[in-house]
């Protein structure tokens, strides 16, 4: 049976071909399952894979990775269309595609005639709440639904992601517990804080390529320059909030308080003060208001503010 996985969901695709893994004991999974890199697929290669005979197992199993993408036009993306037709009945053979397919291939167009395909695209809205309400139940607990919604909000509509959060709350709650928003607030961490934590990160250890992947991470996820520069503006009176109190040997915990911030986000600021020297977080802030100020009275765009102050703050 031919099969193609592909989609954007990394997550579940992951979990179906999991699935396909599972149904071959343990004992002699590894006899009868091959993996093959579709970036330097060999077509003998692939035929030795596909028609060795089972182990002790009446199938097997051959799955290649982004053989659609990779494969050269012509002769060779041919020969590899007509084996599809060759393929014994006992072989699964399993296209895993993790970028966008080319449906107007004749290798797709083969598969989905012949096979099947499966397309993984990431959930939404009520449909996502939804997923996570039946991962929640999977793992003995049930997940309020205003705790799924801030959920998402924090932590991105990511499958992996929200999956790796659900176990960290589950655990917190235990067994039949109940998962409610305080516990989202209180455990899942911001992923467009996650992207100022780098872009910050960046900023202390003067690496300038560092530091403009991160502010680009944080325009990727929608957010406008000048907001960009207000959170940056925001995080440096963090710091220097806990710099003046880790100075009287405060506790961690007890800044926080102080702060009204998270206990994660005192603790990577304290790691993220240390970058900088006396009165330099002082002269950032400055320099920050004084670019809003030359933003918002047309003496300069906001973008290249931005990046101006990047390059200023990593001594470029």
């Not at 012949?114 to 997940?143: D, I, K, N, T």
Request: glycine share 6%; net charge neutral; with cysteine.
């Amino acid at each position: 049976m031919l099969y193609l996985l592909h989609g954007p969901d990394e997550f579940a695709r992951s979990e179906a071909l999991a699935a396909m893994r599972a149904a071959f004991p343990p004992d002699v999974a590894d006899l009868n399952i091959a993996s093959l890199d579709g970036r330097r697929l060999k077509l003998d290669a692939l035929a030795v894979a596909c028609e060795a005979h089972p182990f002790l197992h009446d199938r097997r199993l051959v799955i290649v990775r982004d053989a659609l993408k990779h494969s050269k036009a012509g002769k060779e993306r041919e020969e590899l269309r007509a084996y599809l037709d060759r393929v014994p009945p006992i072989c699964d053979l399993v296209f895993v595609e993790s970028d966008d397919v080319d449906r107007r291939s004749a290798l797709f167009t083969h598969l989905k005639k012949s096979g099947q395909v499966r397309e993984f695209l990431p959930l939404q809205g009520a449909e996502l709440l939804r997923w996570l309400a039946e991962r929640a139940r999977a793992l003995e607990v049930r997940l309020e639904p205003a705790a799924a919604q801030r959920l998402v909000e924090l932590a991105g509509s990511d499958s992996r992601t929200l999956v790796s959060e659900l176990g960290k709350l589950a655990s917190y709650v235990g067994r039949s517990g109940r998962v409610g928003p305080d516990a989202v607030e209180l455990l899942v961490q911001d992923g467009q804080e996650q992207n100022l934590f780098a872009f910050v990160d960046g900023l202390a250890a003067r690496r300038l390529g560092a530091a403009l992947a991160g502010a680009r991470a944080l325009i990727e996820e929608g957010q406008a320059a000048p907001y960009i520069m207000f959170m940056v503006a925001r995080q440096v009176r963090i710091l220097l909030g806990v710099q003046a109190l880790a100075a009287q040997r405060r506790r961690p915990d007890d800044i926080a308080a102080e702060l009204g911030q998270k206990p994660f986000v005192v603790r990577k600021a304290i790691d993220q003060a240390r970058g900088f020297r006396p009165g330099e977080l002082e002269r950032l802030h400055d320099r920050l208001l004084e670019l809003d100020v030359a933003i918002k009275t047309g003496r300069i765009q906001a973008d290249t503010a931005l990046e101006l102050f990047v390059m200023e703050a990593c001594g470029a």
